[in-house]
T-cell receptor, first 113, second 112 residues
Framework: DAGITQSPRHKVTETGTPVTLRCHQT?????MYWYRQDPGHGLRLIHY???????DKGEVSDGYSVSRSKTEDFLLTLESATSSQTSVYFC????????????FGNGTRLTVT | DQQVKQNSPSLSVQEGRISILNCDYT??????FLWYKKYPAEGPTFLIS?????DKNEDGRFTVFLNKSAKHLSLHIVPSQPGDSAVYFC???????????FGTGTSLTVIP
């Protein structure tokens, strides 16, 4: 395992509720990513971070925000959850791009009712 | 627009035969390509990669081929085993960028 812990592993929440997912790494990697996986869409990037307090949007960032106040932690927040945000969310880390692989956590299954 | 494409959603292969999974990309700036394997209820796991300076990389039963002129890569699994049944994702990145781009995945079933 690449030393990535996602919490919670499962969550059910109601529409309109704020939700925060946590990713914790023990590898001291610079890059951290949040992806969502949906049938027919594969893995789509939500947000990523290239350092403490340095974040940027991915292709499906609407409705999500992130924060990285420490190297080891990357938080994903759904400000007001909607049913379209029901998905499996994966955190991933990398030492860099170009010749480095991305390593994933085991995911958080989020259901918005 | 999808920069990395896997046009076959599924593939079935007999045990012991070769599995060939294909992937196409559109961005000529990509210089590093990766394959991931995913089992249900688990995160994707890194399988094998190839740099754009090579056209082949081999690791045991897994070989990745890169055709830069065609912007195409393929993963060969020989011989296929039932434990290889999973969803396979290809991904691409560039040293000048910060992102990894993924295809939509191919579900491989190896029939005993």
């Amino acid at each position: 395992d690449a030393g990535i812990t996602q919490s919670p592993r499962h969550k059910v929440t109601e529409t309109g509720t704020p939700v925060t997912l946590r990713c914790h790494q023990t590898e001291n990697h610079r890059y951290m990513y949040w992806y969502r996986q949906d049938p027919g869409h594969g893995l789509r990037l939500i947000h990523y971070s290239y350092g403490v307090k340095d974040t940027d949007k991915g292709e499906v960032s609407d409705g999500y925000s992130v924060s990285r106040s420490k190297t080891e932690d990357f938080l994903l927040t759904l400000e007001s959850a909607t049913s379209s945000q029901t998905s499996v969310y994966f955190c991933a880390i990398s030492a860099g791009t170009g010749v480095y692989a991305l390593h994933f956590g085991n995911g958080t299954r989020l259901t918005v009712t | 627009d999808q920069q990395v494409k896997q046009n076959s959603p599924s593939l079935s292969v007999q045990e012991g035969r070769i599995s060939i999974l294909n992937c196409d990309y559109t961005n000529s700036m990509f210089d590093y390509f990766l394959w991931y394997k995913k089992y249900p209820a688990e995160g994707p796991t890194f399988l094998i990669s190839i740099s754009s300076i090579k056209d082949k990389n081999e690791d045991g039963r897994f070989t990745v081929f890169l055709n830069k002129s065609a912007k195409h890569l393929s993963l060969h699994i020989v011989p296929s085993q039932p434990g290889d049944s999973a969803v396979y994702f290809c991904a691409a990145s560039s040293e000048s960028g910060n992102q990894f781009y993924f295809g939509t995945g191919t579900s491989l079933t190896v029939i005993p």
